[in-house]
Structure formats: C-alpha cells, structure tokens
C-alpha cells in the first residue's frame, strides 16, 4: 500500500495539512494518538471513517519524513 494513494494536502482543507484523502483528520492528530499510547482500535474508534490502512498510511507518512528531516535534541546517552 503506497501512503501517497491515502493521504491528501488540500489548501481549503485543515489549513493545507495532511489529512486522510476525503476527511478532515489530519495525519498528524493521528499520529499524536498513536504516540501517546493509544492503541490502534481506540484510534479507529474514535474515527469510525479510518481504516487500518488510514493508520498505516499515517506512519508510514511519518517514516518517509523522518528519512530527511532531523529534529535537533541533546542525547541522553553519555
């Protein structure tokens, strides 16, 4: 499944953020579910329009971001 066939980037809809195709949820309010411990079925609970592959496409957006953008942070590692 390729992320890009689900999720879209509309300027008249939620700002021009990422968002599922055809809904208003934008990836990143999934994300911040997912990364706060919620399991996936509360998620798709919470959105009865996602599927599973909503949720996948939204991580794996995710992924593709995080091989080219790096976020500056101390290392807690000495």
Sequence with gaps: MDWRTRISVDPE???GKPC???TRIMVSVILDNLAAGEPAEAVLRSYP???QD???AAMRYAAELAKDRVIPFKSGAA
Excluded: V
Aim: glycine content about 8%; hydrophobic content about 40%; charged content about 10%.
């Design 20 to 22: 599922i195709t055809g």
């Design 13 to 15: 809809i939620c700002h």
């Design 54 to 56: 909503d949720l996948l």
């Design 49 to 51: 329009s996602l599927t």
